[in-house]
């Protein structure tokens, strides 16, 4: 794959600088940038007020962005697809919806390597009914064990809810075999997904895979802050009880004051004025990935994590460094340098190397139930990085007991 820097203006001025922390949140490309700042200085009105042509234009802005998100997904209907502010909302209108289903002693099945936005919304959910969430057994590898899975589905199980690819040990689970293994046990089980981390990086087909919800955030897609989605079959989304209550949703209040009506989907789920001018940067995101393709995306990713295991063996890396998932299939690295918190590395690659990785429990607080460490290093790779970073990351790795030099 050709140098793809030239896409991202965050290196326009600060070429020296290697991010590696995709993970998080990948680099903006210029035109999501662009998109945004045109919207916010050339036109700027509501997408609710359709009445001028202005309002009209933003109004089509979001038609068009959610057309976009369905195709990218392979949703059967554009209501399918529900705007909201990022993974955490998207997970939280959904287990917050479900609560009319949920009764006490019913089981919400998730696993320890969950982001907190994929353990909380869960718990608080059974804790306010009297459910009970209980842990998804794992492979060694560290994907869903599926014959586990199979014995431990019963009559008292909900709702399945897992990452696609873990934040921290980037394994990749096998989401349709997953739901398949599922749903032949009870069709009615709900199966949500959290997309967050694969959603960029590899192909998604909602239909083909049958999941019932998925949740993610354009912003780990070289796109916008502010916005994400919430995918749902329409059956079932149409059940759900929205989070938020406001304008755009309704489509009568009585005058008693008590009783009301709500519009279709997707209008029933998005109360209030949408973040519009980050929906514009959607649509570029979305064309971008669909100009490189995820196929090329996910091989450039893919082949540089390879690269990375090859030169850790060469420098013989693992005798002060502990490296917890080098043969996961994703573009996620996940270690610590023996005796050292993971913070003080983080700063020390910083401020010595100009490599920015990530430092800390990164936001999965059961990781340590797995890996039997609470906090680690994650570097996380892009389309924007080469194997001339990979080098330049594995040089400052071989030169990690010299941090206290930085440090002090």
Request: proline residues 2%; neutral net charge; charged residues 25%.
């Amino acid at each position: 794959m050709k140098d793809l820097k030239k896409y991202f203006p965050f290196y326009d001025k600060q070429s020296n600088l290697i991010y590696f922390d995709s993970s998080a949140t990948s680099l903006k490309i210029k035109s999501v940038i662009e998109a945004e700042m045109k919207f916010l200085s050339e036109n700027g009105s509501n997408p609710h007020a359709v009445d001028y042509k202005k309002g009209f234009e933003a109004f089509e802005i979001i038609k068009n962005a959610r057309q976009l998100t369905q195709e990218f997904i392979n949703a059967k209907k554009v209501n399918e697809i529900i705007f909201t502010s990022g993974t955490t909302h998207s997970i939280n209108l959904l287990a917050n919806g479900l609560k009319k289903i949920i009764k006490k002693d019913d089981e919400i099945l998730v696993t320890e390597l969950e982001h907190s936005a994929n353990l909380l919304p869960w718990i608080a959910l059974a804790n306010s009914v009297g459910a009970k969430v209980k842990k998804i057994k794992l492979n060694e590898d560290f994907t869903i064990d599926h014959e586990s899975l199979k014995l431990q589905l019963s009559d008292k199980t909900k709702i399945v809810s897992f990452a696609s690819v873990y934040n921290t040990v980037g394994a990749k689970n096998d989401v349709k075999l997953i739901t398949k293994v599922i749903k032949e046990f009870n069709i009615n089980i709900i199966v949500h997904v959290d997309a967050a981390q694969s959603i960029g990086h590899t192909k998604t087909d909602v239909t083909d895979s049958n999941i019932d919800f998925m949740s993610w955030s354009f912003h780990k897609m070289y796109g916008p802050f502010g916005v994400g989605c919430l995918y749902g079959k329409y059956e079932l989304l149409n059940q759900l009880e929205p989070l938020f209550y406001g304008g755009g949703m309704s489509l009568k209040i009585e005058e008693n004051l008590i009783d009301y009506s709500l519009s279709s989907l997707p209008e029933k789920l998005e109360g209030g004025t949408p973040n519009i001018s980050a929906i514009a940067g959607v649509v570029e995101s979305i064309k971008f990935i669909n100009l490189i393709g995820l196929d090329q995306i996910e091989e450039h990713e893919i082949t540089l994590k390879d690269y990375f295991k090859i030169k850790v063996k060469e420098n013989n890396l693992n005798d002060h460094i502990t490296f917890y998932n080098l043969d996961t299939k994703s573009p996620i690295i996940l270690f610590n340098v023996k005796g050292v918190n993971p913070q003080d590395i983080t700063n020390f690659l910083d401020e010595k190397y100009n490599i920015l990785v990530r430092g800390g429990a990164n936001c999965a607080r059961r990781i340590e139930g797995v890996i039997g460490t609470k906090i680690a290093i994650r570097a996380s790779f892009g389309i924007n990085n080469n194997k001339a970073e990979i080098d330049q990351f594995i040089e400052a790795l071989k030169d990690t007991n010299s941090f206290l030099d930085v440090l002090f």
